[in-house]
């Protein structure tokens, strides 16, 4: 049966939050790889459980894949790729998003997790797929390069494909915006060189429809949407804030958290201040922050008006991993497991997305489409940021954890 399918190759699967939704979308992942051994173990584990695809159930997650344990660096297409008579209809990856992401030092390129990109091209270059598929984090958009100028990381990025023979389409996806409780903003690029890559699906949801603005947009998913119909955790799966935590947090609204100290700037007299990481009040009334990596989740009230952190099982939920689905290793570990990964949903649409240029190649328009005007706005706007609070940024140990 899986000859009949479209096949694609993973790179830095994770838990397989890409993989689960490429094949919800009809693919077969003929390999998934990843240098994490919980990850490996997670993938492991789900294939041989059999858990049944959603919305195909004559079909099992991972069935037949081999699941790889190394790191890119060691790869080689070869070990991949078993077949010598044709190539994969896609790659997909998603290489380690710290050094352009804000919480980083944002050295790109230059730190060592940077150059994995360079070797996901080597390996997207000796498969040959008729499509790629490459995630990373908003952060990239603005990412310095080698000459210190924001943006620069991503014409690179772009370079290097089009550099093997692919036409490029990036764009900045909100998982909110296709019907997922959880604001999660990502880069996506979508490659061809079949022809001209593939369009990005459309948003179904919107924070506030606008009547004949677009048609057919429904309110967002709330984060209280997704919890009511859930059943609370059992208490010894849930974590508490400590006395004194829970007293400070006792004042913080929802949607709010407890500052960490400002800085001045030139723009901002009174200080460019954050949240001091895990001590955030989810929003019932909003689909939930970006989930991350850490086991420091946003803070809810239970039924009772207790405070907890949002739990694995919930994390999970709104990424869009199946329910069935499990995660090895500690609870910390499921945590950076689940807000590693790609929301399956969102792959699944892109999956589909991918499928529709398949069947329509044309070797004619092999042609890179344009940034799209929101993300040239974001470069220009980090730009400008730069040359008024730059000097201060270099010398403040507030922002030594971001450059």
């Known amino acids: 049966m899986h000859h009949e399918l479209p096949t694609a190759v993973s790179l830095f699967s994770g838990a397989g939050g890409c993989d689960v939704g490429l094949e919800e979308a009809g693919f077969h992942v003929v390999t998934a790889s990843d240098f994490d051994g919980t990850c490996v173990e997670t993938l492991t584990r789900n294939a041989r459980r059999g858990v049944p695809v959603r919305g195909n159930a004559s079909r099992t997650y991972l069935d037949g894949t081999a699941i790889v344990g190394a790191s890119v660096t060691e790869l080689h297409g070869s070990d991949l790729w078993p077949f010598t008579d044709r190539c994969p209809d896609l790659v997909v990856g998603g290489p380690p998003c710290q050094p352009f992401s804000s919480a980083g030092r944002q050295k790109a390129l230059d730190d060592d997790r940077g150059r994995l990109f360079q070797e996901f091209v080597r390996v997207a270059d000796e498969l040959r ?91 967002w998913v709330t984060l209280g949407d997704f919890l009511e119909p859930r059943d609370e955790p059992p208490d010894e799966g849930v974590t508490r804030p400590s006395e004194e935590l829970s007293r400070q947090l006792a004042e913080v609204p929802p949607g709010s958290g407890l500052k960490s100290q400002g800085v001045a700037e030139p723009t901002r007299p009174g200080g460019h201040w954050g949240y001091k990481q895990g001590t955030f009040m989810a929003d019932p009334g909003l689909p939930a922050r970006t989930v991350t990596a850490s086991s420091s989740q946003d803070w809810i009230r239970d039924r009772l008006g207790r405070l907890r952190r949002l739990t694995v099982g919930e994390v999970a939920g709104l990424q869009g991993f199946p329910d069935d689905w499990e995660f090895c290793g500690s609870r910390t570990r499921q945590y950076k497991q689940i807000g590693n990964a790609v929301p399956p949903p969102v792959a699944r649409l892109l999956g589909e997305a991918v499928l529709a240029a398949l069947d329509r190649p044309d070797p004619e328009a092999v042609v890179s489409a344009p940034f799209p005007d929101a993300m040239k706005a974001a470069v220009e706007y980090t730009r400008k940021e730069d040359v008024r609070n730059g000097a201060v940024r270099v010398r403040s140990p507030h922002y030594a954890g971001q450059r």
């Open 129 to 219: 797929p008729r499509t790629i598929l490459f995630e990373n984090v908003r952060g990239l958009v603005t990412a310095r390069g080698p000459g210190g100028v924001p943006g620069e990381a991503l014409n690179l990025v772009r370079d290097a494909f089009e550099s093997i023979g692919y036409a490029t389409s990036f764009s900045l996806l909100n998982s909110a915006d296709f019907g997922l409780p959880q604001r999660r903003v990502r880069l996506f690029m979508l490659a061809s060189r079949i022809g001209p890559p593939p369009s990005f699906p459309e948003p179904t949801h919107a924070k506030t429809p606008e009547p004949g603005l677009f048609d057919g947009l429904v309110p």
